[in-house]
């Protein structure tokens, strides 16, 4: 297939590109230091906050596959980008987000271990089968970036190559294909189905038989307690995987309104800023090791 380029086009209710620059560094500063944080207090070195910090460096790799490139084409009166670096953008991009809905899924394991059976949660989640845990969404990842940039990339294309978004994603890509891509459609919706789909459904299914557990808890305070563990995660799941479905199991140009150009701007920026905020904002465990890290450890225990 003969190389092509692709124009970006920013719509007038992206934020300026001061903000973005803001958002960004923010992203990787909180993440930066939440696994830190989680790195450096052994206190921290439980599977959860394994689980935290792998997600901490998802987003960063996840929103550093298209903030620069955004940021460049902004503030550049030339927004192009070449097929092969959009190709490129498109398959990472799938990779890190469909690693992150994978390792939900882990986390929401990781829960049902804790509450369900606590006397076993070190002897279950150990550190190597945490490790094969994130290796098989590492896998999974690749597999289903390769499904959808693959078929993407056997359609032809004649021009006018101009994508109505503001990075190379495999619904706006697909406007450009001067072929029929009903195929395509049938394509995302059923890789849509396992890498989204699945992962989701194991998670309602383990959440109903955590907040089962928990209801057969006498004390109010251990449940309120039990109930607070999970809070974070399902926050997180439901701001990332809403957008997600939207996005990527919408047949045909449903997805490309700008309704969906702002929720794909959400889950790539908002979510990545968000998610160390949820995770650290209420949680005590990581707010002591933030004093003890910059008290030089005359945190309060």
Same mark, same amino acid.
Request: charged share 10%; with cysteine; proline share 5%.
């Given at each position: ?26 992203? *990787? =500063?909180? #993440?930066?230091? *939440?696994? +830190?944080? /989680?790195?450096? &207090?052994? !206190? ?9 910090? $792998? ?15 955004? *940021?460049?084409? /902004?503030?550049?009166?030339? @927004? ?29 394991? &990781? ?8 006397? @076993? ?16 969404? %590492? %896998? ?8 959808? +940039?693959?078929? %993407? ?31 395509? &459609? ?10 989204? $789909? ?9 959440? =109903? #038989?955590?907040?089962?557990? /928990?209801?057969?808890? @006498? ?34 140009? &449903? ?8 929720? %794909? ?5 908002? +979510?990545?800023?968000? #998610? ?10 990581? #707010? ?7 008290? !030089? ?5």
């Amino acid at each position: 297939m003969a190389k092509v380029k692709i124009q970006n086009y920013i719509e007038p209710f992206v934020s300026p590109p001061v903000l973005q620059k803001v958002f960004y560094l923010l992203i *990787l =500063v909180s #993440n930066s230091l *939440l696994i +830190t944080l /989680i790195h450096q &207090d052994t !206190r921290l070195h439980t599977p959860m906050y394994f689980f935290i910090s $792998v997600l901490s460096m998802l987003d960063m790799c996840y929103t550093t596959t298209t903030v620069p490139q955004m *940021l460049v084409h /902004i503030l550049s009166k030339k @927004r192009a980008i070449s097929f092969a670096r959009c190709v490129a953008q498109m398959y990472i991009f799938l990779l890190f987000g469909i690693i992150e809905y994978c390792l939900f899924s882990i986390m929401s394991v &990781d829960r049902y271990v804790a509450i369900c059976h606590p006397l @076993r949660y070190k002897v279950i989640m150990s550190p190597w089968v945490c490790l094969l845990m994130v290796g098989i969404c %590492a %896998a999974y990842g690749v597999v289903g970036g390769l499904s959808y +940039t693959f078929f %993407a990339m056997c359609l032809p294309y004649c021009g006018p190559n101009e994508i109505d978004h503001y990075f190379c994603e495999v619904p706006a890509v697909l406007k450009l294909a001067c072929a029929d891509i009903s195929l395509n &459609d049938l394509v995302n919706i059923i890789t849509g189905f396992n890498v989204i $789909v699945v992962p989701l459904s194991l998670i309602v299914l383990v959440y =109903v #038989n955590i907040f089962a557990t /928990i209801m057969k808890i @006498r004390s109010a305070q251990g449940r309120i307690k039990a109930f607070s563990t999970c809070t974070s995660h399902i926050t997180v799941v439901t701001m990332f995987a809403i957008p997600g479905i939207i996005m990527y199991m919408s047949p045909g140009s &449903d997805s490309l309104s700008n309704n969906g150009k702002k929720m %794909a701007l959400f889950y790539n920026i908002a +979510t990545a800023f968000l #998610n160390p905020v949820i995770y650290s904002l209420r949680n005590k465990d990581v #707010n002591r090791a933030f004093l003890k890290l910059v008290g !030089r450890g005359r945190a309060p225990e």
